[in-house]
């Protein structure tokens, strides 16, 4: 299984990044995918999840009102816009994939089997 995350940049506060993540060598479509960040020296945390489906979001709500996650499963390819982006989301982004996640447990990384490697997002003020 690969995870191939994509899109990271050096941005201005404000500004807008698409990030892209690529899976293979999984069945992608029954797959739920979520969006972790892990800032310097801090531990990683939860950002969003997607239904295998797509139909369901699941957002942290730190960034609920910047950020949008949404799949193409015919493309094997998961994405998370943000938008206005702060200095604080500066950190490391990491996509990953898990199977029979219950509501309840979308936000832990436990949760998860597969991890990409990460693309880093620097904002600067």
């Known amino acids: 299984v690969q995870l191939q995350a994509s899109g990271g940049g050096l941005v201005q506060a404000g500004d807008s990044l698409r990030l892209s993540c690529t899976a293979s060598g999984l069945t992608f479509s029954r797959s739920t995918m979520g969006w972790f960040r892990q800032a310097p020296g801090k531990e990683r945390v939860f950002v969003a999840a997607i239904h295998r489906g797509g139909s369901r979001t699941y957002v942290a709500d730190s960034v609920n009102d910047r950020f949008t996650m949404s799949r193409d499963n015919a493309k094997n390819t998961l994405y998370l816009q943000m938008n206005h982006l702060q200095p604080e989301d500066t950190a490391v982004y990491y996509c990953?994939?898990?199977?029979?996640?219950?509501?309840?447990?979308?936000?832990?990384?436990?949760?998860?089997?597969?991890w990409g490697q990460g693309t880093q997002v620097t904002v600067s003020s």
């Open positions: 990953a994939a898990g199977s029979r996640i219950i509501l309840s447990s979308v936000s832990q990384s436990s949760s998860y089997h597969y």
